[in-house]
């Protein structure tokens, strides 16, 4: 079988290593068995699926927050 040579760093070495069957299981083995997150979104389509939410506060909530940190003398900073 062909094989690569690669860099690890030693965390991820060792990480590798704590997760063979006994010492005969390659590290190769290892890292085939690993399950992968396939389920990856782009910025793209994060901010989409932000933008598609209903707003967390509502125009009064945010004035009343604001209001309150001016009187706080927390105001914005303009």
């Known amino acids: 079988m062909a094989s690569k040579t690669i860099s690890l760093s030693i965390e991820a070495y060792e990480r590798l290593k704590q997760h063979r069957r006994g010492p005969e299981d390659s590290l190769s083995r290892v890292v085939m068995r690993a ?10 389509e994060l901010l ?13 909530e945010l004035e009343r927050i604001e209001a309150a940190k001016v009187a706080a003398g927390h105001g914005m900073c303009r």
């Open 48 to 60: 989409e699926s932000w933008e598609q939410r209903p707003a967390l506060y509502s125009i009064e």
């Open 35 to 44: 399950k992968w997150d396939e389920d990856t979104i782009t910025a793209a």
